[in-house]
């Protein structure tokens, strides 16, 4: 059973430019939850979605948006990059409605030059 | 907003047991966790509490809430060389959780 897969692993982009990435949940799972996690620094919540709307935010900038298919898959688009968007970006699954914790992806690590 | 606050960094010998603390500021009925992460890796969960509860063992792991002074903690016995990581306490539920810095548990063989 496939945890949550996200891709790319690594991405190097150009301040300025827009990049997309993508996460496949846990087999299922039916929501799913964005992280920005920056060196040495605890995940920080930028937003989830589930039945492909977008539930909750965090305290992110209308740069940062989001999209879910209906196969729960979703994807996290960055516009205008800027060097301090460079992080770790996590996807977590979970069941809706479920307290019951996260199911993470390895993340991809973008760097902004 | 919402607050939570660890410490940073714990070293123990091997087959010594650690405690990896944390506090929060929201005291909102909620559910707190705790995640580790390896170098390269996502967040593991490894346990969970619900507020309601004072203390939940899981194997080697026991996690103790003090509602009042709105402390967490983690401990584990008999530590390993492969629980080096970094433990993260986490708050919240279903919506949203919200993370602790990190602590760095180093275990010295």
């Known amino acids: 059973d496939a945890g949550v897969t996200q891709s790319p692993t690594h991405l190097i982009k150009t301040r300025g430019q827009q990049v997309t990435l993508r996460c496949s949940p846990k087999?299922?799972?039916?929501?799913v939850s964005w992280y920005q996690q920056a060196l040495g620094q605890g995940p920080q919540f930028i937003f989830q979605y589930y039945e492909e709307e977008e539930r909750q935010r965090g305290n992110f900038p209308d740069r940062f948006s989001g999209h879910q298919f209906p196969n729960y898959s979703s994807e996290l688009n960055v516009n205008a990059l800027l060097l301090g968007d460079s992080a770790l970006y996590l996807c977590a699954s979970s069941l809706a409605l479920s307290n019951y914790g996260y199911t993470f992806g390895s993340g991809t690590r973008l760097t902004v030059v | 907003g919402e607050d939570v606050e660890q410490s940073l960094f714990l070293s123990v010998r091997e087959g010594d047991s650690s405690v990896i603390n944390c506090t929060y500021t929201d005291s909102s009925s909620t559910y707190l966790y705790w995640y580790k992460q390896e170098p390269g890796a996502g967040l593991q969960l490894l346990t969970y509490?619900?507020?309601?509860?004072d203390m939940k063992q899981d194997q080697r792991l026991t996690v103790l809430l003090n509602k009042k002074d709105k402390h967490l903690s983690l401990r584990i016995a008999d530590t390993q060389t492969g629980d080096s990581a970094i433990y993260f306490c986490?708050?919240?539920?279903?919506?949203?959780?919200?993370f602790g810095t990190g602590t760095k548990l180093q275990v010295i063989p």
């Open positions: 986490a708050k919240g539920g279903y919506q949203k959780v919200t």
């Open positions: 087999s299922g799972h039916d929501t």
């Open positions: 509490i619900f507020s309601n509860m």
